[in-house]
């Protein structure tokens, strides 16, 4: 028990004084009035002030019972009788006030449990500091014993100690972020199994993480991903990516949506996401999420402002068949291909006049090419057709269009087995001088973007399933999970992702590496991202 020489005097003085009364008193209590009494080493109760007696619970009873009471004659008995058959309300009759130092997880029991009234001590507006009470645990740790320091208390630690509460701990951002993509690369979905992963590989990681407190909780890893700042983490992302493609040339960037239909709550809708995706690289390039009072309209200029896309052609379906998205292309010396449906009712209009004088006149002085692809399976024939114009005439706002100088019309055949053959037009807009078979390859591989990313995150990593809900954490979650996949596509083998992603967890702590990452630019940046951050608690 620690007393300051304050209280101590406090505690003498309160003693030395007697007050005259004509209130019952209890001589148990008066001899014990305002002294501590030590409970373990820091602790102490000490009666401050009561009211009553047992003649007071006595009284409330026989006044409460009336006649009831009269079977037991004697105060004492009566007081058993009452305790015995648990009448509890002539107890109230009396108070004793009591003042007890004892840590905050023991007081928040008796809070719980409603077991008084209480009033605590405020460490915002107290003048006093709150001690820290060390609690020393003993565990057998391979096979020797080893002494574990917990904190229990509220005093201010060093920054590299443990905070207040025993299960609080330190780590790093790095070992939080590594721990994370090796377990979403060898199968976990979400923070559980992540955890999980992290506890069977413990010795692997160790090998190459710092790890000082251990293996972050998935309350941690929650926390942690939802403070992140996505823009930055999303370049660190970006660089990586640069990095990993540094050796390969970028020549078609698609962009397209995908909710992660999972992250929807009663106030929220779900998380959209626009993403960039090298469709010969199989590269995811970036992410952007859409505002919920917005669409990908406006996220797709915001997207592009982060991407290198000089020299590449930059497909995107009708949503983004807008004048400024055409104008941030070629601003960044990019071609574009963009569809053009409903939205853009006037471009459509033209485009739909300029093939129909073309084909009036068996396209006379019309620079135009042709290109036609028929493809078999499922139980279907697809003749696909593509004729495209260079330098088109008559479309009236065509000067708001950045170097547009192509357009083209892609007709779809397609029959069933045993059904009738149904039919397709479908009109786009590019700024590229090129002829119609690299416009009709680039507007088939823009949909590897749906069968190579988003049917991936879905089928193979659960992605729709997933339900965290805070856009911050679900929008870092994603960029784990894109760079997890970019990872798994460039291991050589024609494993489908989710037996690479089982093989990858197998092989986790074994000699071989189960995925081979090596990207030197991305670790500093990286490095340079976390300067300044020593860690996150629980």
Not at 42 to 58: E, K, P, S, T
Not at 323 to 352: F, H, S
Not at 366 to 388: K, L
């Amino acid at each position: 028990m620690r007393l300051t020489p304050e209280q101590q005097d406090e505690i003498v003085s309160q003693r030395d004084e007697a007050w005259p009364t004509r209130r019952a008193t209890v001589p148990a209590l008066e001899e014990i009035l305002y002294q501590p009494l030590p409970v373990l080493d820091h602790g102490f109760v000490r009666v401050i002030d009561y009211m009553g007696d047992d003649a007071a619970i006595v009284q409330a009873a026989r006044v409460s019972y009336g006649r009831g009471t009269r079977k037991v004659s004697e105060d004492q008995g009566l007081i058993n009788y009452l305790m015995r058959h648990r009448h509890t309300t002539p107890f109230e009759m009396c108070e004793i006030k009591y003042h007890v130092k004892l840590p905050i997880f023991v007081a928040r029991q008796w809070i719980r449990h409603r077991t008084a009234n209480i009033n605590e001590y405020s460490a915002r507006i107290g003048v006093e500091r709150a001690e820290l009470i060390g609690l020393e645990l003993v565990r057998a740790r391979d096979g020797h014993e080893e002494r574990v320091q917990i904190a229990l208390g509220a005093h201010e630690p060093p920054a590299a100690a443990l905070f207040g509460r025993a299960h609080r701990r330190r780590h790093l951002l790095l070992d939080i972020i590594v721990i994370a993509l090796c377990a979403v690369i060898c199968g976990a979905n979400d923070w559980q199994q992540v955890v999980t992963f992290a506890h069977r590989r413990y010795d692997w990681l160790k090998g190459f993480l710092e790890l000082p407190n251990g293996i972050p909780s998935h309350d941690t890893f929650e926390r942690v991903f939802d403070r992140l700042d996505p823009a930055r983490f999303h370049l660190c992302f970006r660089d990586w990516m640069q990095a990993l493609s540094e050796a390969l040339t970028i020549k078609q960037i698609a962009i397209d949506g995908k909710t992660l239909r999972g992250s929807g709550t009663g106030k929220l809708g779900p998380l959209h996401l626009v993403s960039a995706w090298a469709t010969a690289n199989h590269l995811s390039l970036g992410q952007v999420a859409v505002d919920g009072k917005s669409n990908e309209i406006t996220a797709i200029p915001r997207l592009l402002e982060i991407l290198d896309v000089e020299g590449a052609l930059v497909t995107i379906d009708a949503i983004g068949c807008q004048k400024e998205v055409a104008a941030a292309v070629r601003a960044k010396k990019g071609d574009y291909l963009l569809t053009v449906k409903d939205n853009q009712p006037t471009l459509l209009e033209d485009i739909q006049h300029c093939f129909e004088r073309a084909f009036d006149t068996n396209f006379a002085d019309v620079r135009h090419s042709e290109y036609t692809t028929e493809g078999r399976g499922h139980g279907r024939t697809e003749v696909r057709s593509y004729t495209i114009i260079t330098d088109p005439v008559g479309l009236r706002h065509e000067a708001l269009w950045p170097d547009l100088c192509v357009i083209g019309m892609c007709v779809s055949e397609r029959t069933l087995t045993g059904r009738e053959t149904t039919t397709e037009v479908r009109y786009f807009i590019g700024s590229r001088r090129a002829s119609a078979k690299v416009y009709g390859q680039a507007l088939r591989h823009h949909w590897g973007i749906e069968n190579n990313l988003h049917w991936q995150l879905d089928v193979s990593f659960r992605e729709d399933e997933n339900r965290v809900s805070k856009r911050h954490e679900a929008e870092n979650l994603a960029v784990l999970r894109k760079l997890a996949l970019v990872l798994l596509k460039q291991q050589p083998g024609k494993e489908s992702i989710a037996c690479k992603r089982l093989a990858a967890a197998s092989r986790a702590g074994d000699d071989g590496a189960a995925v081979s990452i090596d990207c030197p630019r991305a670790r500093r940046t990286a490095s340079r991202s976390s300067d300044g951050v020593n860690g996150f608690t629980r």
